[in-house]
Nanobody, 127 residues
Framework: QVQLVESGGGLVQAGGSLRLSCAAS??????????MGWFRQAPGKEREFVAA????????YYADSVRGRFTISRDNAKITVYLQMNSLKPEDTAVYSC??????????????????WGQGTQVTVSS
């Protein structure tokens, strides 16, 4: 099993910034094919892809709604990914969840490609 622990959510005013972290731990695993991503779900809405990163090589993927405002990065030694969120908007308010997969050729945008999920952290942006 792999455990994912998120941190860094909170309340911020529109235009502000937050940084989320997600640390992976658990069984011995190889990070060679590992990808980690962030998804979010607002009340009454479907879960949506936010950003993802391939740990080996650092390829990144972003939703159009956050590109240019959010940056995903990783620390392979700590098996931790970060989501730096700048210029936050009220519509960014949601529960943000970290996810991980170990699939070669995975579709990073699809939540059903991910095998492990964190508990989620609330991000609230006030207007």
């Amino acid at each position: 099993q792999v455990q994912l622990v998120e941190s860094g959510g909170g309340l911020v005013q529109a235009g502000g910034s937050l940084r989320l972290s997600c640390a992976a731990s658990g069984r011995t695993f190889s990070t060679y094919a590992m990808g980690m991503g962030w998804f979010r779900q607002a009340p009454g809405k479907e879960r949506e892809f936010v950003a993802a990163i391939k740990l080996n090589g650092g390829n990144t993927y972003y939703a159009d709604s956050v590109r240019g405002r959010f940056t995903i990065s990783r620390d392979n030694a700590k098996i931790t990914v970060y989501l730096q969120m700048n210029s936050l908007k009220p519509e960014d308010t949601a529960v943000y969840s970290c996810a991980a997969h170990f699939r070669y050729g995975a579709n990073y945008y699809a939540p059903n490609e991910y095998d492990y999920w964190g508990q989620g952290t609330q991000v609230t942006v006030s207007s």
